[in-house]
DNA sequence: ATGAAAGCGCTAACAG
DNA sequence: CTGTTAGCGCTTTCAT
């Protein structure tokens, strides 16, 4: 068996409420009582239960963060930096890869009402809109719109936008391949992607969009998505998309003996680690993923913490990484 | 406010117990309360919570992993196969990411001792084993050995140097690098490297350890590795280690002129994502992720749920991934 | 400076 | 089939 509060009291002849004021150094007590007490949990090697605390506490002191797949650059970097910002600030992460099934995201929305988690960072978006609205505890939406309510980190659109057309137009490229997804929920793609569109037109370009797919995440569906692209623009002569996009089209180019950048420039937008370790860096628009995680991470806390009705929160500059593929 | 058990059982005007019963399914309701009782649910929008819950039961229903890097691919591929398998078995997957910091290890062991968690997958290893061995609550290693008594998850290191070797000897490599990690805690790299060392001399190589650093998981230290590489011996024919080394020695070769696999030959170990996402993709030896995270679940629950003692964990078998950089 | 008592929200014997 | 009772382990007034 293991110890709990009581078995403490008992051992060292005090009140449970003396022991509580010991374990979390609270109020006053005498230096003798103290000695006793810290004796008596040595002895039964007594640690705190998390979960008579959190009963008491009414909280868990853990954020979930639900994304579409785990290991995907773009979401396991934002990971990293949104766990380590989380347990700066005393908390524990919790994390779900939904692989686009609307049960698990309907199945983690309970746990919040559970009280599983004391707030959310969502990722993934199958879920309808008011799914969202039917819970008034924190959420924080990742590039995604799910209602005026419901705060949103994100990177500046618009600019993201301009860099890549500026990129692709100063190569003189002219017959654009645009890497988009299929827009479910309304995210913010959408606008970067029509003024992307629109840009280019005003450089005299023409662009033609090839989605990657609903809740396109793997490698496969990468490759298929490239091999579309070629199919369907045999003179495309620049590409932008995301990060793992933009490689699969590297490969294809380089299975049809296409030169990058020599025939054809490549724009990736994430700029996540995967576009610095092949033997070519990538040009790319690089998302301040620590910035966004810890924004992220604020918000929800802004939420629980003190209860903010709608917090504010701007949209982050990306930046150029000059790379070799542009 | 939000509705707890008693808040039904009073509108529904019956006992907190037959509320109790209806949420979980147990034992037997007559139709007529059963309908009393969820029309006072949904009037009150009730959802049970977790946090009653979990001190009745004494379980928080969540698995920890930690790992020393969330965004690094080996981990994240882990990551994703582990959380989806505890989720299909009724748990919650909390992560932790250490980079290296032995008090956020403890801190988490902590957590395990306190109830916050139910068990731990751990795949960092910067604290002593001595730590270890002081809790008996569920612990499963990944890929190190911690103590007799602590199951581990790994996949079988001397068919990896076999295959390694078998590759760069068929290809007539002679002069080898191999990049190592700092031993700190007893793993089975060792194992691994000497083995492959041995079987190189065998096939007449000569074998170079060049160290990739202790906790090394950044692209920096990768990039600095290879430099170093390459630096300390400059007519090396044949590479071998873990998937982002290899591809840090990929950049590296390129930026000296040299052409892979012509001059030079890569074996990548691991066979993450990140070696099909190139224009070329590396030969490798492909760790099994999928099955390690299942055997790592399945472990952890059995030392959970069924109390057992050692339970059985067969190393698991590599496969060869051709690619074209051997 | 310390203790008594109440209660967080839930489950599980056991009785009836 | 349903209610009573007891308690999981902790914190927190409020007295003393």
Same mark, same amino acid.
């Given at each position: 068996m293991v110890a709990s509060i009581s078995d403490v009291a008992k051992l060292a002849g005090v009140s449970k409420s003396t022991v509580s004021l010991v374990c979390n150094n609270k109020g006053y007590v005498s230096p003798e009582t103290r000695e006793k007490i810290e004796r008596a949990m040595a002895e039964l090697n007594y640690t705190p239960s998390a979960l008579g605390q959190n009963l008491k506490l009414r909280r868990s002191g853990i954020i979930g963060i639900i994304v !579409?797949?785990?290991?995907h650059p773009f979401f396991s970097t934002f990971l990293k930096y949104a766990e380590k910002s989380l347990y700066r600030r005393g908390y524990k992460t919790m994390v779900c890869g939904t692989a686009g099934r609307q049960d698990v995201e309907e199945a983690y929305l309970q746990m919040l009402e559970r009280r599983t988690m004391d707030g959310i960072i969502m =990722?993934?978006? @199958? $879920?309808?809109?008011?799914r969202y609205l039917r819970t008034n505890r924190p959420i924080v939406a990742l590039d995604r /719109? #799910? @209602? *005026?309510?419901i705060p949103v980190v994100r990177s500046n659109k618009a600019q993201i936008a301009e860099l890549a057309a500026g990129l692709l137009l100063k190569r003189g490229r002219r017959h654009i391949a645009q890497l988009v997804s299929s827009?479910? +929920? !309304?995210? /913010?793609e959408l606008e970067k992607d029509e003024t992307f569109v629109r840009l280019m037109a005003q450089g005299g370009a023409e662009v033609t969009d090839v989605s990657v797919g609903y809740n396109a995440f793997t490698e496969e569906q990468y490759a298929l998505a490239a091999q579309r692209l070629f199919r369907r623009? !045999?003179? +495309?002569d620049g590409i932008v998309g995301t990060d793992m996009a933009v490689l699969a089209c590297m490969a294809e180019a380089h299975r049809r003996g #296409?030169? +990058? !950048? *020599? $025939?054809i420039s490549m724009v990736a937008i994430d700029g996540t680690y995967v576009t610095r370790i092949g033997e070519m860096t990538l040009t790319a628009i690089v998302q301040p993923m620590e910035a966004m995680a810890e924004q992220a991470v604020d918000l929800v806390l802004q939420l629980l913490e *003190? =209860?903010? *009705?709608r917090p504010a929160s701007p949209a982050l500059e990306v930046t150029v990484q000059e790379g070799e593929s542009c």
């Open positions: !579409p797949d785990i290991s =990722g993934a978006h @199958s $879920q309808k809109v008011e /719109f #799910l @209602s *005026e309510d827009y479910t +929920v !309304p995210n /913010f623009c !045999p003179n +495309v #296409l030169r +990058v !950048p *020599e $025939q *003190e =209860g903010a *009705e």
